[in-house]
T-cell receptor, first 109, second 118 residues
């Protein structure tokens, strides 16, 4: 069975500090990984996906199949990055996403 | 906003009463989903639909049923609400699959429906 684990429920950093939100997954097939973000009073929305290999709002994430991880990183956190972040996995068959428990990022001034 | 609306946005009900949440989309997307969001559990899939009258169970389907009689509407029903069903419910839609489509496999979420069962 597939599983997504986000070990940190809360991550607090100061503005300008690097941030890394951890995501580990278990799935025997070829997964597709996503990061979704929910800002205060806004809808959950896609931040980035591994197949796009892009940087969104300064965030990047690399799929490491050896370590089964898809950590989200940003070199210099901004206050506007404060939000709830969810890592999600899609199996190579079907169209459903399995989400992790989420990490709340707080960026302090 | 993103062509997906949920109703009601807030509801308080009593244990044992039936509740129906509605998800309406104007994107003509094939796939529709119901998730519940709970602290520490993230989002968990309740039911999903892959077409009109085509639905299947997710990981937490007990106590819930769904119906999809037309492409744009996906209803979630709690036949007899319990306090453990107090949650925020999110509807999501997704379009065609396949790597050739840039939006493939990407979920678009509704604003959520907060349900409190007393």
């Amino acid at each position: 069975a597939q599983r997504v684990t986000q070990p940190e429920k809360l991550l607090s950093v100061f503005k300008g500090a690097p941030v890394e939100l951890k995501c580990n997954y278990s799935y025997s097939g070829s997964p597709e990984l996503f990061w979704y973000v929910q800002y205060s009073r806004q809808r959950l929305q896609l931040l980035l996906r591994h197949i796009s290999r892009e940087s969104i709002k300064g965030f990047t994430a690399d799929l490491n199949k050896g370590e089964t991880s898809f950590h989200l990183k940003k070199p210099f956190a901004q206050e506007e990055d404060s939000a709830m972040y969810y890592c999600a996995l899609r199996r190579n068959a079907g169209n459903m996403l399995t989400f992790g428990g989420g990490t709340r990022l707080m960026v302090k001034p | 906003d993103a062509g997906i609306t949920q109703s009601p946005r807030h509801k308080v009900t009593e244990t044992g009463t039936p509740v129906t949440l509605r998800c309406h989309q104007t994107e003509n997307h094939r796939y529709m989903y119901w998730y519940r969001q709970d602290p520490g559990h993230g989002l968990r899939l309740i039911h999903y639909s892959y077409g009109v009258k085509d639905t299947d169970k997710g990981e937490v389907s007990d106590g819930y049923s769904v119906s999809r009689s037309k492409t744009e509407d996906f209803l979630l029903t709690l036949e007899s609400a319990t306090s453990s069903q107090t949650s925020v419910y999110f509807c999501a839609i997704s379009g065609p699959t396949g790597a050739a489509y840039s939006g493939a496999n990407v979920l678009t979420f509704g604003a959520g429906s907060r349900l409190t069962v007393l």
